[in-house]
């Protein structure tokens, strides 16, 4: 086991999918010589040379249209853009093309891209730095979204990811890079997709959330613990899409109790598919409505005013006691 933080679990996840499957590249802004504007592929295009770890222009469309092109091909392609606002200049093709590539060919064609970019708040970003754009990719048949909540998830979460012959978004919380650090297997394992992961067993009432709003909820979860007894179980989602509805809802079901946390503004996101689904296969086992902890439905504001947009312990904490009064 090593003891590693965020940015080199995946690294070593990256190096060992290098390293088992030559039809893996790895491609994007600054990725080679100088290992991407976090250091998450630093040291890869020295191991495995500038053919599969290599530079791109600063054309992000250019960069997905690549990736579509050499998955025609048979190649595995692991694009990143350097931050998430920056998709979005790519979207044409993450929408026309790489979504679609399988039903367009009714199966003929499979599109294994890989498509990595840091996302969401909290390190005082510049604007377009810090979107939190799952429910927005959420609504785009065809594609898996995958968040890990930190070092030994992300490992497990992109070997599987890679070995998918279906297109994935690895979306990677800047926030959780550095920030703490997990005993992770130094050799190769997976984490299977699709699946949500108990993060903490409970019987009072189930936290769903998911990326860096994990930690955000076990934090809360205990704070509250000590202070009332409350037993709370979190659900760590790990894939936006598919969604593991059965994990909740089951879990939903032990405790009648919900309260949904996300970085992303409330309104039309992925928490609005989470309560809609428990609506529909655990309303009767409800004891009060479900609560959401979210960010406003605003633009994620600069700086100065970041942390009041970003959902937190204290905001987490109000709404358990607000489902659990009902």
């Known amino acids: 086991m090593a003891e590693v933080n965020m940015v080199q679990a995946i690294n070593m996840a990256l190096a060992q999918e290098l390293s088992r499957d030559e039809r893996v590249v790895v491609f994007g802004e600054d990725v080679g010589k100088n290992g991407g504007v976090f250091r998450v592929t630093d040291g890869l295009q020295a191991k495995f040379g500038e053919k599969r770890v290599f530079d791109t222009p600063l054309a992000e469309s250019g960069i997905m249209g690549v990736a579509v092109g050499m998955a025609y091909a048979g190649l595995r392609p692991v694009p990143e853009i350097q931050f998430d606002g920056f998709t979005w200049l790519a979207y044409n093709q993450i929408n026309a093309h790489m979504a679609r590539v399988r039903n367009r060919t009714r199966g003929k064609f499979e599109m294994p891209i890989v498509l990595r970019f840091p996302y969401g708040g909290g390190i005082r970003a510049l604007e377009l730095h810090a979107e939190p754009v799952e429910g927005m990719y959420a609504n785009i048949p065809g594609l898996t979204i995958v968040i890990p909540s930190g070092p030994y998830e992300a490992k497990g979460l992109l070997a599987s990811s890679i070995e998918s012959d279906d297109p994935v978004l690895f979306m990677e919380h800047k926030r959780l890079y550095r920030a703490f650090k997990e005993e992770v297997p130094e050799e190769r394992y997976k984490i299977p997709l699709r699946k949500c992961r108990i993060a903490k067993e409970g019987n009072d009432i189930t936290i769903v959330a998911w990326g860096a709003m994990v930690r955000v909820a076990e934090n809360a979860a205990k704070e509250i613990e000590r202070e009332d007894g409350t037993d709370c179980e979190i659900i760590d989602a790990r894939t936006i899409k598919p969604l593991d509805d059965e994990t909740i809802v089951n879990s ?73 009064r009902y």
């Open 252 to 324: 939903v079901k032990k405790t009648g109790r919900v309260v949904v946390v996300q970085e992303a503004m409330q309104s039309f996101s992925a928490s609005s598919e989470i309560i809609a689904r428990i609506s529909e296969k655990a309303m009767f086992n409800l004891e009060a409505p479900v609560k959401r902890v979210a960010g406003f439905d605003v633009p994620v504001p600069l700086p100065k005013l970041e942390e009041y947009f970003l959902p937190n312990e204290r905001r987490v904490k109000h709404a358990i006691k607000e489902v659990m």
